[in-house]
């Protein structure tokens, strides 16, 4: 028994990479840490898993309790097993995505003062601790697949938008330049996004009309 105990002794850990749309551009939000090792480096919240919850369980509350953010889509994308992610113990880490507009993100978020957060670019990631490059990484590459397979970007825009918005994020996440022309075709033909009738009174410029995703349409790819 205690061989037993010696050889399967290990942690689970969960981490999440929550994203959210600024002004153009795809943001992750990460912790400072406060503590050894790695002090003062930049990493994605998460918590170790006890005996007595699930990994979704303990994400939500990392997310509600920790972070001070309102529930949000949460999906399950990867589980890291590298014997050497951490210095002292073997942890395994279930790594997720978060989602979450900027509107409810502002009208929503609890202020944590024992907490240090910040959102970076997804071009401008921070020195991190233990393996969480990597993670982010792979978090990104993910959110590229599920932003083409499916129209997984409305939760991202729940509400009304431009269509050179939407372009914009499109092209930051996956990292290509579109021609705005066939752009606006593809959306508007193939019944993705419907017309509101009302114009964006503040964009830079003539007005630009805003849309919405419609609801009804399955989930497609548009690349």
């Known amino acids: 028994m205690s061989s037993l105990k010696e050889n399967y002794n290990l942690m689970i850990e969960t981490l999440i990479g929550i994203f959210t749309v600024d002004k153009g551009k795809i943001k992750i939000l990460m912790i400072r840490k406060k ?11 998460g918590n170790l898993l006890n005996d007595k919850e699930t990994l979704e369980d303990n994400i939500t509350d990392v997310v509600c309790d920790k972070l001070g953010l309102p529930t949000m889509y949460i999906e399950q994308c990867h589980t890291f097993s590298n014997l050497n992610r951490h210095l002292d113990n073997r942890v395994l880490a279930t790594a997720f995505i978060g989602l979450i507009d900027n509107i409810t993100l502002i009208l929503k978020k609890q202020d944590k003062d024992d907490v240090e957060l910040e959102w970076f670019d997804i071009d401008s990631i921070p020195k991190t601790g233990y393996d969480h490059d990597k993670i982010i990484a792979k ?7 599920r932003i083409i397979d499916s129209n997984i970007l409305k939760i991202l825009f729940p509400s009304d938008f431009t ?7 499109y092209e930051h996440i996956l ?12 959306l508007i033909n193939l019944g993705y996004v419907t017309d509101t009738g009302d114009v964006n009174e503040g964009y830079m410029g003539r007005p630009a009309k805003l849309y919405r995703f419609n609801e009804e349409i399955e989930s497609r790819n548009l690349f």
């Open 175 to 186: 990292g290509i330049k579109l021609d705005r022309r066939n752009f606006r075709k593809k």
């Open 35 to 45: 503590t050894e090792p790695y002090k003062g480096y930049w990493i994605l919240p």
């Open 139 to 145: 978090l990104i590459t993910y959110l590229k697949k």
């Open 163 to 169: 269509l050179p918005e939407l372009q914009n994020v």
